[in-house]
């Protein structure tokens, strides 16, 4: 219980900072798009947030619902990915040091 109660807190922060940035993009977007008054072309930078309000939004729903499914398959997939990343360095590592072994063995 406790691991599935942490995943959701950490969900929770992860939809927070998205939540976040989006809004920071919309206000960025919306003081860009009020520079460009004396071309005249107000409407289309209304269309254009709204446009990408609504993308967002979309995104933003998508990305709940694929967190809300996938979210013990994407802890599992983490993990391993993270078990054979390490496995990968570990080997290099030891193969490096023994062929350094052996290039001072040749030396000598």
């Known amino acids: 219980m406790a691991t599935t ?8 922060h992860t939809l927070i900072v998205v939540m976040v940035m989006i809004m920071i993009l919309m206000m960025v977007m919306v003081a860009y798009g ?6 005249g072309g107000e409407g ?4 254009m947030l709204m446009i990408f309000i609504m993308m ?3 995104i933003v729903m998508m990305t709940m619902l694929l967190l809300l499914l996938l979210m013990m398959v994407v ?3 983490v993990h391993v990915i993270i078990v054979i990343l390490m496995m990968v360095v570990m080997a290099r590592m030891i193969a490096y040091h023994d ?3 052996h290039y ?3 030396l000598i």
């Open 34 to 39: 009020d520079h460009d008054d004396d071309a």
């Open 56 to 58: 967002a939004t979309m």
């Open 104 to 106: 001072n063995a040749q």
């Open 75 to 77: 802890v599992v997939m």
């Open 44 to 47: 289309d930078d209304d269309l």
């Open 99 to 101: 062929d350094h072994d």
């Open 5 to 12: 109660t942490m995943m959701m807190m950490m969900t929770r």
